[in-house]
């Protein structure tokens, strides 16, 4: 069995994820919206060949854009195709129409349901609200897509029917559904609904119009906390785990003799749930990970956030031997990997190896040539717990004043090159790519 968590380049948030072996092999969500050649080139250095790139199950771990990312693109060109596909029930973030059609909620609505973005620059701000008014009709699409060669499964809870079939139909991934339960996706549905109606009522009210005269800038005051009589939807969007907490969670385990187990939870939200009433379920979900263990490899949760893990469930893993630890998000990003999460994994650097796609590119776990499971990268090092930060400006490139020697700016990395413009102090540039051919080994 070989996981692999492709780069998902520069953007804030994202996950990939592929699982296979010489029998089978699934994907998991889909990074960004626009990463189609970033994804096919990465499935080229992984399957030895162009598209189409087929899969015998397509997983669909939660609703926010940055899983769902560029799959609907990929899929209707053909690019990639699936068998089966698992995926998050579309009423679980937007209301069912007649025709089993989906509808979806005020455009600005589904732009607050996703993660904060009011750091982007105005045009790319004003593309994300865009963006996120289709993010429903590319779903649907995508769906509908599937179902004309595949057959779709709509998760509705791991209780909501049998997966045992499922699961053995991928016993030679060892897959299984852990959660989450129908109890835990209806607790997580009251409370979006209620989120929404909150919503929906303020970006409509005077509070939010008359803010400012277009929807980037009433969107940047609503986040800076620069409207009046904006508590409710304040409030509603911090109760903002609803749709992380929707996420899939899987477990996989390889072969024997030298088997090994991966635990992939999506963004699910074990440490702080931020939703109401959801804590109770939560522990339950939690404590059934943990008796399914240990593992071998853990993809932290919600993208090393804050509230997907805490040094409590890190102090476990280690106790029960695991080592292995990998971060999936973009380079741009400085609450992810989460500054205080990542001085936590840095405290424990001598019990365990920590690689991160922002850092180390696509990465790879599997067993290698003596049996034992290990950690393949293609650049960085291992166990780098340097914080992120924001998305550089143009005139942030230059001499540093402090140094007075060069300023590095990365500007690309795609998993198989890194390019970087550098100033130097007569005030000459330079462009340097590096081809990256092998994998670093760890």
């Not at 029917?161 to 996706?185: A, M, Q, R």
């Not at 409030?235 to 072969?255: H, M, P, R, T």
């Not at 992810?336 to 001598?350: G, T, V």
């Not at 690309?412 to 100033?423: E, L």
Request: net charge negative; with cysteine; charged share 30%.
């Amino acid at each position: 069995m070989e996981i692999h968590l492709l780069d998902v380049g520069t953007r804030e948030y994202g996950d990939c994820i592929i699982v296979h072996n010489d029998q089978k092999k699934i994907l998991i969500d889909g990074a960004h919206q626009g990463d189609s050649a970033l994804l096919k080139k990465q499935m080229k250095a992984i399957f030895k060949h162009n598209a189409p790139y087929h899969f015998d199950l397509l997983v669909m771990t939660h609703l926010h854009s940055d899983h769902i990312g560029c799959l609907p693109e990929l899929i209707k060109n053909g690019d990639i195709t699936a068998a089966k596909s698992l995926l998050m029930d579309p009423k679980f973030r937007w209301n069912e129409g007649a025709n089993d059609t989906i509808l979806g909620n005020d455009a600005l609505v589904d732009a607050l349901l996703e993660e904060d973005h009011s750091f982007l620059p105005d045009d790319e701000l004003q593309q994300f609200l865009i963006d996120s008014g289709f993010l429903v009709d590319r779903y649907n699409d995508m769906i509908t897509k599937l179902k004309q060669s595949s057959k779709v499964i709509l998760f509705n809870g791991v209780d909501a029917k049998d997966y045992k079939p499922l699961e053995n139909e991928f016993k030679s991934l060892g897959l299984k559904i852990l959660g989450p339960t129908k109890k835990h996706l209806q607790l997580t549905k009251d409370a979006l609904d209620s989120q929404i109606d909150a919503l929906t009522d303020f970006v409509s009210s005077p509070s939010f119009t008359d803010a400012a005269t277009n929807d980037v800038d009433r969107y940047r005051k609503l986040y800076s906390r620069g409207i009046t009589d904006s508590a409710p939807a304040i409030d509603a969007i911090q109760n903002k785990g609803s749709i992380n907490d929707e996420s899939i969670v899987l477990k996989f385990k390889s072969k024997a003799p030298n088997s090994w187990t991966a635990f992939l939870a999506g963004d699910m939200q074990f440490a702080i749930p931020e939703v109401s009433g959801l804590d109770d379920e939560m522990k339950k979900l939690l404590k059934k990970a943990n008796d399914n263990g240990p593992y071998d490899f853990i993809k932290t949760s919600h993208h090393t956030s804050y509230n997907g893990i805490d040094e409590e469930m890190l102090d476990h893993w280690i106790d029960q031997g695991t080592e292995f630890y990998a971060h999936s998000g973009g380079l741009y990003d400085p609450s992810h990997p989460e500054p205080d999460m990542l001085d936590s994994l840095k405290q424990r650097k001598d019990k365990l190896q920590f690689v991160r796609t922002d850092r180390n590119g696509l990465i790879r776990v599997a067993n290698d040539e003596n049996g034992e499971v290990s950690l393949w990268i293609t650049k960085g090092e291992v166990n780098t717990f340097t914080k992120n930060k924001n998305k550089p400006r143009d005139d942030d490139a230059g001499v540093s004043k402090e140094e007075g020697t060069k300023n590095i700016l990365f500007n690309k990395a795609d998993g198989s090159q890194i390019q970087f413009a550098a100033v130097l102090p007569e005030n000459r540039s330079v462009k340097i790519t590096i081809e990256v051919d092998g994998e670093k080994k760890n």
